[in-house]
């Protein structure tokens, strides 16, 4: 699965990025939203999003209002990763699938992650 990590903590960034790697993904990385973005437009389109809420330039909300105004992204799964306090009604709005609680369970992360992409794909088979 290819993946697209939208984070501005290096440390964090990786982590996620070694552990999926290993897990057998493919993963592309970013600093902020503008970033994640950018690699939208210049690669084929990633089966799944992973992106941290506070960000510098554009932040996680920012970046997937942007994502999911384009047609031909919106049926991307996004799994939101965050060390703030999660504001439920945000984050209904915002058209994510999941959010995270940082520290990340990186298993957990990883079986949500699969069971969304395996979900959107059989969606768009029908």
Known sequence: MKIIVVEDDPVIRAVLKQFLTIKGHEVLEAEDGRQGLQLLTQEKPPELIITDIMMPHMNGYEMIAALKAEEHLQ????????????????????????????????????????????????????
């Not at 049926?75 to 504001?87: L, Q, R, S, W």
């Not at 009604?89 to 395996?118: D, T, W």
């Not at 979900?119 to 768009?124: G, K, N, V």
């Open 75 to 126: 049926a991307i799964p996004v799994i939101i990763i965050t060390a703030g306090k999660i504001d439920s009604e945000k984050y209904s709005l915002s058209g994510a699938n999941e959010i995270f609680q940082k520290p990340l369970s990186l298993g957990r992360l990883l079986e949500k992650a699969e069971a969304l992409v395996s979900a959107a794909y059989s969606e768009s088979k029908k």
